[in-house]
């Protein structure tokens, strides 16, 4: 088993190393502060979605076969969840995918320096894509399918991303609106 712990030190080695590099070129402190958030983000998805790896039938996902670890039917996991499931598992399975993926639709835009729709929203659909194939991939490789490549993880993080997408525009909107206003006073 390949354990969280080196997702955390990947994470962490390459946010030393970016911190040094944007010190020694003594860039923006601020744009180096939004994005080692970011990587830091990244390095939480990375350890919670893809971590740990199994790399043996008999450690995790013996049985599993290619074929039930692709789900490409759209709300067939989700509706049942909301159907009959309790509310842990509401909160577990939707609620927490829906959030997982927020930080992304505020903090891309501001990293890109650009909000129009069409720049950022496909980022927001690749990026829970990438998520997802790099589930599948790891599986392959690994030849042990204990999480599963599911459309419905899609949807959900998509629409997290969404969500924090429109939260980066009202607040954008709102501090323009307020910096205009206080520079005319």
């Given at each position: ?8 030190i990947a994470?962490t ?7 040094a ?8 402190i601020n744009r180096?502060v ?9 390095t939480?998805?990375?350890a919670i979605?893809?971590f740990p790896?199994y790399?043996?039938?008999s450690?995790y996902?013996?049985?599993?076969t290619l074929?039930?670890a692709?789900?490409?039917k759209p ?5 049942p969840i909301?159907?009959?499931?309790s509310?842990k ?5 939707i609620?927490c995918?829906?959030i997982?993926t ?5 903090m891309?835009p501001m990293?890109?320096?650009r ?8 980022f927001?659909i690749i990026?829970p ?10 599986g392959m490789i690994?030849?042990?399918?204990y999480r ?5 993880d ?5 629409l997290?991303?969404a969500v924090?997408?429109?939260i ?8 323009s609106?307020?910096y205009s206003?206080?520079?005319k006073s």
């Open positions: 088993m390949i354990s969280r712990v080196y997702a955390y994470g080695l390459l946010l030393v190393v970016f911190v590099f944007r010190i020694v070129k003594h860039k923006d180096t939004l994005i080692s958030c970011f990587i830091l983000y990244l939480a998805i990375a979605t893809l790896i790399y043996s039938h450690m996902g013996a049985g599993k074929k039930n692709v789900q490409l709300f067939r996991t989700i509706s909301l159907k009959y499931g509310n598992l509401i909160t577990e399975q609620f995918n829906v997982m927020l930080p992304f639709g505020i891309f990293i890109l320096k909000r129009k729709p069409y720049i950022c929203l496909p927001m990026f894509l990438l998520i997802e194939g790099m589930q599948l991939l790891l690994a030849g042990t399918y599963m490549c599911d459309i419905d899609v949807i959900l993080n998509t997290g991303a924090g997408y429109i980066y525009i009202v607040f954008s909107f709102i501090c609106g307020y206003s206080s520079e």
